[in-house]
């Protein structure tokens, strides 16, 4: 049974930083893209940020220079670091092993609050 656990989320002012982690365990090969999407209230789950085994990364416009997506092989953990944060930031994301040609994997959500 594969498992996705994140942690890292919390309430930060604008233009702090907060660093989310997503572990994953169980029957998942550390060969697999991971990364991140996100859900605001109201609003559809946006693709936030994803990265390759081999180290490619892609991001939304929204977030580009302000957030780095990273991955620890050994430990089958993919990072997001959020710096710049913005109250638009404002969601709760969910850490996402796609499997296609389904969606693959989904971590329970964790809170992102950015106040002005």
């Known amino acids: 049974q594969v498992q996705l656990v994140e942690s890292g989320g919390g309430l930060v002012q604008a233009g702090g930083s907060l660093k989310l982690s997503c572990a994953a365990s169980?029957?998942?090969?550390?060969?697999?893209?991971m990364g991140w999407y996100r859900q605001a209230p109201g609003k559809q789950r946006e693709r936030v940020a994803f990265?390759?085994?081999?180290?490619?990364?892609n991001y939304a416009d929204s977030v580009k220079g302000r957030f780095t997506v990273s991955r620890d092989g050994a430990k089958n953990t993919v990072y997001l670091q959020m710096n710049s944060l913005k109250p638009d930031d404002t969601a709760v994301y969910y850490c996402?092993?796609?499997?296609?040609?389904?969606?693959?994997?989904w971590g329970q959500g964790t809170q992102v609050t950015v106040s002005s």
């Open positions: 169980g029957s998942i090969s550390s060969t697999r893209t």
């Open positions: 990265i390759t085994s081999g180290g490619t990364t």
């Open positions: 996402n092993v796609p499997i296609p040609p389904g969606p693959g994997y």
